[in-house]
């Protein structure tokens, strides 16, 4: 290893030391703001990393590590959401009793693995982070160990993230078998010379889509995915809903790509049939919702059907489009998971629909950050939501993907049904039921996200031309 | 030689069986004990005794003895009780045999029947320590930083407020 590989995994390196530095900061004075300081301050550190190391790339660490700027924009995405969530959190997880300062440590080694899943070019690196991940997410879903809801949920991620782990790990032994190697690079240029894909290795890659499938919520692994969102405490599911998913899709798209899934007929059906099912099982089984973070929970899942068309697309632009829905898609959920957060308080979360009755009278700044989050959710002009979905329609038309879009389509009016319900309750009088008031630090993360979602709605070509300028595979 | 193999498999899939069907959990882990030394028979058919006994020694006998334990000492109820339950034949018989039967299939193995030329030169534990902390010393790294958030978990999970004392430190 060159002393340019350790600058290019500068980011990682920062993250990784973060926790163990933590540690040995609170063995000495266990203080809550020094930590939470600690740590915005390190996330912007690895934050700022990433332009320093855009001059060592794309450099690929052989065998285990591919870090481009492919990867570069991903960690982008996935550090910057941790350091939001981070910001949301500091009320939330303060008001809690007894120890909590290792809630900043399991952030970090949880943002740690979806970095490594960033840049994984190796099925080690795959699982170690997928895992690393994983055991750092039971941790924060189960964080609030007096709440039987939050260890309901705990439990619940355990059992089934731990089973998906192991179709995963399954899959990629099966392929190793098959293929004899366990680099991206190496199982696609042996797969290159056959058409179609037989074996062990058709078998791996359908357990592996069973593991991925499950960790990005898609229909029919999606079972875990509302009661954890419900359970956890709600900084916490926004953490899963935005970079766990965001990770694992980031590792999915490079693979996909890799291995060239999209020409496959065997793939092609697979992931089509995922994306309908994701599409609408996720909206309708949203439309009856009572509970606002069950109901994000699904609406989740279907924007990860919609992801998924993208993955047929094959080509550059397609990959463009889907780095651009993701950071769209993540600014919108941190966005109402943040204002649920920050209305809530610990023991007792806002979290029912009606609970948000007469927002906009008693609660107008709120009120509009969570009017905004959910028509730039539901797609609606001048949001972030529209631009992703108008481009991801785009790309899924030139190639040739119709049918597909036009289920996206019909899901979307199907899910604007429940995203304006939400609407309306704010809108329709009732009186302030003893919500907690928003400190500094969380109005500042909520102006930082309207900004996004605004600026990315309204003027997107900025934006549009940094992505079509670097990200590709 | 394809008969030593048969025998181990057949007993993993029997021992596997029986722990995930059996409703006493000393049961369900005696049989997975079984399973696992089973597994590792059959690495070492397959000419892969360092990882034959890294099962035997890890999954085994670390981890699964650690389970038993933990389930023993969880149990509640009179002592008496509870030592007759597992003194009773019917929990230990059928794992005994199948670890018998084993045995015999193991020591067999050993005494003087040749092992099937391997396809590959055999891997040997220096070999697998180099490519560790060379090629794949970023991975151990990673496996070392998961090892701390799991100790992390472990802490903040498992101090709680609520002050339990085991009935062995009772009074």
């Not at chain 1, 010379?193 to 229909?219: Q, Y």
């Amino acid at each position: 290893m060159t002393i340019a590989d350790l600058y290019s995994m500068m980011p990682l390196i920062v993250i990784a030391m973060a926790p163990v530095v933590m540690m040995i900061v609170i063995s000495i004075l266990r203080n809550y703001e020094v930590i939470y300081g600690f740590s915005v301050l390190a996330f912007i550190v690895a934050f700022a990393s990433l332009f320093f190391t855009g001059s060592f790339l794309p450099r690929s660490i052989e065998p285990l590590l591919i870090v481009d700027v492919y990867s570069l924009f991903f960690l982008g995405i996935i550090i910057a959401s941790a350091l939001l969530v981070t910001i949301l959190s500091h009320d939330y997880i303060g008001t809690l009793g007894g120890v909590k300062e290792e809630y900043f440590l399991t952030l970090f080694t949880s943002t740690l693995g979806a970095s490594l899943l960033a840049v994984a070019g190796h099925f080690v690196i795959f699982f170690l982070g997928l895992e690393l991940l994983s055991v750092s997410l039971y941790i924060l879903v189960a964080f609030q160990r007096s709440k039987d809801t939050s260890v309901e949920a705990g439990i619940k991620y355990l059992l089934l993230a731990s089973v998906s782990s192991a179709f995963l790990l399954f899959g990629m032994a099966l392929i190793y078998t098959g293929t004899g190697t366990m680099q991206f690079a190496g199982v696609a240029s042996l797969l290159k010379g056959s058409d179609a894909i037989a074996g062990f290795v058709s078998v791996g890659f359908s357990m592996m889509m069973v593991g991925i499938g499950f960790k990005l919520a898609l229909v029919p692994f999606h079972m875990w995915t509302p009661d954890v969102y419900q359970g956890a405490p709600a900084p916490v599911s926004a953490y899963i809903a935005t970079v766990s998913k965001g990770a694992v899709m980031a590792v999915l798209i490079r693979f996909f790509f890799d291995i060239r899934g999209y020409d496959s007929r065997f793939f092609f059906v697979v992931i089509s049939a995922l994306a309908i099912l994701s599409m609408f099982i996720g909206n309708l089984l949203a439309l009856k919702q009572q509970n606002i973070k069950r109901l994000l929970a699904y609406s989740s899942i279907a924007n990860m059907g919609y992801l998924l068309v993208l993955l047929l697309t094959g080509t550059d632009k397609g990959i463009q489009a889907a780095v651009f829905y993701l950071i769209s898609y993540f600014v919108t959920t941190i966005g109402a998971f943040g204002v649920i957060t920050l209305l809530s308080i610990s023991r007792e979360e806002t979290e029912k629909i009606d609970d948000y009755r007469g927002l906009f009278w008693t609660r107008p700044w709120a009120a509009l950050v969570l009017t905004l989050s959910m028509l730039s959710l539901a797609g609606i002009p001048f949001t972030a939501g529209f631009i992703a979905k108008f481009y991801l329609i785009l790309e899924g038309m030139k190639a040739g993907l119709m049918l597909l879009i036009i289920v996206m389509i019909i899901n979307s009016v199907i899910g604007l049904y429940y995203y304006l319900r939400v609407i309306t309750s704010m809108f329709t009088p009732g009186d302030d039921a003893g919500l907690p008031a928003i400190s500094l630090n969380g109005n500042m993360a909520l102006v930082l996200i309207t900004l996004g979602i605004l600026i990315l709605g309204i003027y997107p070509g900025w934006l549009i031309n940094i992505i079509t300028r670097l990200v590709s595979l | 030689m394809n008969f030593f193999f048969y025998l181990a498999a057949a007993i993993a899939l029997i021992s596997t069986i029986m722990a995930i069907s059996g409703r006493n959990a000393i049961h369900a882990l005696l049989n997975l004990i079984i399973s696992l030394l089973a597994v590792s028979v059959i690495f070492y058919l397959l000419d892969a005794p360092f990882i034959a006994a890294l099962e035997v020694i890890i999954y085994a006998g670390a981890i699964m003895v650690l389970f038993i334990f933990v389930t023993m000492m969880l149990n509640i109820g009179t002592e008496k009780k509870i030592e007759k339950r597992w003194l009773n034949p019917r929990v230990w018989i059928v794992p005994s045999i199948l670890a018998a039967l084993l045995l015999v299939d193991f020591i067999l193995i050993i005494n003087g029947l040749q092992i099937p030329e391997p396809v590959d030169e055999t891997l040997n534990t220096k070999q697998v320590g180099i490519s560790l902390f060379s090629t794949y010393v970023l991975a151990v790294e990673i496996a070392g930083i998961l090892l701390m958030a799991g100790v992390i978990g472990a802490y903040h999970l498992g101090s709680q407020k609520k002050k339990v004392t085991h009935r062995f430190l009772k009074k």
